[in-house]
């Protein structure tokens, strides 16, 4: 680049008199602006190489020349070579699509580290005060936490600076007794009817006629169909787009206290009285009633569609586990001495389930075992600061409980748990990466 000249007597006075000097205007006017993607290929690759390979992977998503720099480069093969010790050529043809090994290999590894921390990671606890009353429910999706049903409104919440990003009002009287949403819309549910608000635009979309369900107390929605659960012991699925219930199906005999949607189009439902029934949405016929009423009424479902296992937790404090695909129950454990009002996993997470319930000690355990990894509370409940990792030994009974208060639900996400609780405060458990 010409090194800019020392401005000469005619040009100061031209710029004096208001007019800027021909030259440097015409300079400032022509020279394109520089961009990263000015870069040369090498360039971008050593900054690249800086970074972690999670990191990589997501920068190789960002635009077409930044996965094709990474993609020349072998960056991605690179990193993942160093990290599992393994050797170049075992990762010469590995593609970096959405169902490439590569891209699997990946997903593995952010698993990996996500049970790691959740297991043995230092953790850090972020709270707010989110709404005015108690709030029962959260939920995570894409990165994004939805709060509400204690009062008429639900908050969307960003958890990594904790703002409230959107709010959905109720347009009536009635309370929220559940609610879900994805990246376009948010579905509430009100004791008696359905109601949608989009995510961007006009807010409410519609609500169903006063009425149309019988005391509704669960729902789950996989587009178009919201899924509710009532005090009758029916499942109503209720058309989105159609307005109308489709289909009333019996799954229980007592009220229907949880419900799960699976990809396949199984509905599963948990009753007081202690059964797990599992229906078939396009037959409307039972599949199979999974157990007795043995470890008491079933309060919270959790259904994992990777390894297809499915997890219920009790008022008694039992979680149970069962294989949908052979029917078969794998595990049984009392792991609360009081009732379990939450599960969650990562989506693509096959190893760990966290728990919560009336005790407010956030347990995390093996999916395939029911194995306690561990037990973690938080040392100052009053303001945000460090969880601790409990000792097995630990008598929760001997712990105030001011210092574990109830968790009502539960959601995680990526290296983070949510939790809601018997106030208005939201807390953010983040698991740090082990070094």
Not at 52 to 73: E, F, M, P, Q
Not at 82 to 110: C, D, I
Not at 179 to 199: A, H, M, N, Q, Y
Not at 268 to 275: P, V
């Amino acid at each position: 680049m010409k090194k800019a000249s020392r401005p000469n007597a005619a040009t100061t006075t031209a710029s004096v008199a208001g007019k800027p000097p021909p030259a440097m205007s015409k300079k400032r006017t022509s020279g394109a602006p520089t961009s990263v993607n000015s870069l040369s290929t090498d360039s971008l690759s050593l900054i690249f190489s800086y970074l972690h390979l999670l990191d990589v992977g997501r920068c190789s998503l960002v635009c077409k020349y930044w996965n094709s720099a990474i993609i020349k480069t072998k960056l991605l093969q690179s990193i993942l070579c160093k990290k599992l010790n393994a050797p170049p050529s075992h990762f010469e043809t590995l593609s970096t699509g959405p169902g490439g090994s590569l891209s699997a290999s990946l997903q593995e590894l952010v698993a990996d580290q996500h049970r790691l921390s959740l297991q043995k990671g230092s953790i850090n606890v972020f709270q707010w005060k989110g709404h005015d009353v108690r709030i029962d429910q959260c939920r995570i999706k894409r990165g994004l936490v939805l709060t509400g049903v204690g009062d008429k409104v639900m908050r969307l919440w960003s958890p990594e600076d904790y703002n409230c990003l959107e709010e959905f009002d109720l347009p009536d009287r009635a309370s929220l007794v559940d609610f879900d949403f994805d990246e376009t819309k948010v579905v509430g549910l009100t004791s008696s009817r359905v109601c949608i608000w989009r995510r961007n635009g006009r807010r409410n979309i519609f609500s169903s006629n006063q009425g149309l369900f019988p005391k509704s107390l669960c729902m789950r929605f996989a587009d178009p169909n919201a899924v509710i659960g009532c005090e009758d012991g029916t499942a109503r699925v209720f058309d989105m787009y159609s307005k109308k219930c489709s289909q009333i199906i019996r799954m229980q005999y007592g009220p229907v206290s949880c419900i799960s949607v699976t990809d396949d189009e199984l509905i599963i439902s948990g009753s007081t009285a202690g059964t797990v029934t599992l229906s078939d949405l396009s037959s409307d016929q039972e599949v199979i009633r999974l157990r007795s009423p043995a470890y008491g009424g079933i309060r919270t479902l959790c259904f994992n569609p990777n390894s297809h296992l499915l997890f219920a937790g009790s008022t008694a404090g039992y979680v149970l586990s069962w294989d949908i695909r052979t029917m078969k129950s794998l595990w049984s454990e009392r792991v609360s001495p009081n009732v379990i009002y939450s599960m969650n996993h990562m989506r693509n997470d096959n190893s760990t389930l966290v728990v919560g319930g009336l005790d407010g000690i956030l347990r995390i355990l093996n999916q395939q075992t029911g194995e306690l990894f561990s037990s973690c509370m938080m040392e100052n409940t009053r303001r945000s600061g460090l969880a601790t990792r409990l000792p097995p030994e630990t008598r929760i009974d001997q712990i105030s409980k001011t210092s574990r208060p109830t968790i009502r639900c539960l959601a995680v996400g990526r290296e983070k748990v949510v939790t809601t609780h018997n106030d208005g405060y939201i807390r953010i458990w983040k698991f740090n990466k082990l070094s």
